[in-house]
């Protein structure tokens, strides 16, 4: 029995993967930040202590940093959905996969959204 060997016109990843691989690469720096926004110390006598700084913070400099928490959330979303609109674009072949990782990253900042709107 002779196997089929499929040729494919496609010689490597052309303009639009590269930018999905960028918009990959884009919203994995996000959900770092957002981690680093969200494990910053409560107070800001734990923030002078942990950083030895001199300088004070107003009283509300932990939730001016969860909006932009927030904000950033809404970004990774719309990258997400951004991204798996271009892929759906290029999705001709049946051995296309949509990437896995804008997927669970889009749904989890969806989820944070939410969750922030509503507690």
């Given at each position: 029995m002779e196997e089929k060997t499929i040729h494919h016109r496609r010689k490597g990843p052309d303009r639009l993967l590269i930018l999905i691989n960028v918009l990959i690469l884009i919203s994995f720096f996000i959900v770092f930040l957002i981690i680093i926004i969200v494990l910053l110390p409560e107070t800001s006598q734990q923030l002078l202590d942990y950083r030895k700084l001199d300088a004070s913070y107003g009283e509300n400099w932990k939730s001016s940093l969860l909006q932009y928490a927030l904000y950033l959330m809404i970004l990774q979303v719309l990258i997400s959905v951004a991204?798996?609109?271009?892929?759906?674009?290029?999705?001709?072949?049946?051995?296309?996969?949509?990437?896995?990782?804008?997927?669970?990253?889009?749904?989890?900042?969806?989820?944070?959204?939410?969750?922030?709107?509503?507690?």
């Open positions: 991204g798996l609109i271009i892929r759906s674009a290029r999705h001709k072949r049946r051995t296309d996969r949509y990437p896995a990782s804008l997927i669970t990253l889009g749904i989890l900042s969806l989820i944070g959204v939410v969750l922030f709107i509503v507690l």
